[in-house]
């Protein structure tokens, strides 16, 4: 096992990060920008190191200053959480040859799964379910015309590069197809670093439904069943629940069992998530396969009862699947997660600012994790997200009330937060029927302003 | 002819100034660009006019509220 782990993050990744070392009893060491100087969470670290201004290029992202930091802090691991570097495979190489563990898996993996062209083909050859696309489009525009015509309208542009679903933007014909493609490009260069996009077929109404898979470096890899993760504003993810409703249990485990499969062929060696769209037939399409630990870890925690950041930790230290899970892997209760943006609950806009009052419930059965407390500042320089709550209970509608019971209970003020979309969306009937799809919220918001 | 203030809904970052001082503007078009917590928000002016003064240049702040460009309008 490691002896000391640099924490390359931030907010709540950082603080539940933390806490698994802690509870692992390994020394850490928690990196912060000017910007997070007195985080809460800094005090959970055995040393904490400054890395630079606020902004994340200048910081979170500077991949020479972290690799200083563990040159000096003596480090013998990494965990990058999720966003910032956690998929960037050159930064993955780097902490390698560092002489230290980057704790995720091979940086090959990170590469190939990165692209997502390259994903796509590589899952394709595997066997993995998948629905029609393109190629990286080239700079012609009759030629991405006739890509976009072989695929057939609607089409979605999507960053090659990217993820978090920033640059994605639908085209329902070609008169669409010019200015979204040039878009997504600029978007993609600037988030991603490559102009690279791609086309794929629109699935309307599609749900997102997830499969969380762990894997070691012995060729062992299996799964810890699905999360559906359909409730979503601007492709980004609201509302997490484990496991996926109105889906039948063999049936989702079957598919997960299916992912294992092509994993353990594949030879992937740590944590990963494979994403799926659910079309309104039922049938699976491969979306991507994301490198590391997801925001929405939290609801499978919840209802397999393993801890998957320690999971994720020793599987790279080393360790064999057999000795890190329990023989048998089940689904108890159901868990949802929401996620607190500071946001206009309308618009979605960014509402950064000072939190003047921010109190987290505390009922038995809530989970919140966070990077936040009262009086600190939510800045823009990074993601709008503030917190998680997660709730578990037996039944899918008891964790429905009990999560719109603690959204109510949140004392936030300051920032606009989404709390009361959250909420629209878990009270709507859409919802509470397990009808969800990716355009639930737009649905239930203009509902809700009719 | 009216002076009209174009402000910012959002506290941020100009990403991009895409209109110049002199450039005749249309209802809906982009002025500026900015960029907060990973996101891009056009700063759209709702009236059509000249374009008198950009008041950002890339990389300041800017808050909520902020005018950020004047139009002749």
Known sequence: MFNKVVVANRGAVAARVLRALNEMGLHSVAVYSEADAGAPYLAMASETCAIGPAPARESYLDQDALIDVLRRSHADALHPGYGFLSENAAFAQKVTQTGVRFIGPSPQWIEAMGHKTRARGLAARYGMPMSQGSEVLPADAQAIAAAARAIGFPVLVKPAGGGGGIGMLPAQDEAQLTQAVERSRSMAARGFGTADVYLERLIERPRHVEFQVLADAHGAATHLFERDCSTQRRNQKVIEEAPAPGIERNRATAVAGQIADIMRKMGYDNIGTVEMLMGVDGCFSFLEMNTRLQVEHGVTEEVTGVDLVQAQIRSAAGEKLAEILPARLEVRGHAIQARVYAEDPRSFHPSPGKLKVFRPPRDPGVRVETGYAEGRDVTPHYDPMIAKVIVHAPTRARAIERLCGALEAFEIQGPKTNIPAALAVLRSEPFRAGRVHTGLIAEVLGQTAN | ?73
């Open chain 2, 1 to 73: 002819m009216a002076r009209i203030e174009v402000k910012s809904e959002i506290t941020g970052t100009v990403w991009q100034v895409k209109a110049k001082p002199g450039e005749k503007v249309e209802s809906g078009d982009t002025l500026i660009v900015i960029e907060s917590m990973k996101m891009e928000i056009p700063v759209i002016t709702e009236d059509p006019g000249t374009v008198k003064e950009i008041r950002v240049k890339e990389k300041d702040a800017v808050a909520e509220g902020q005018v950020v460009a004047v139009l002749d309008g």
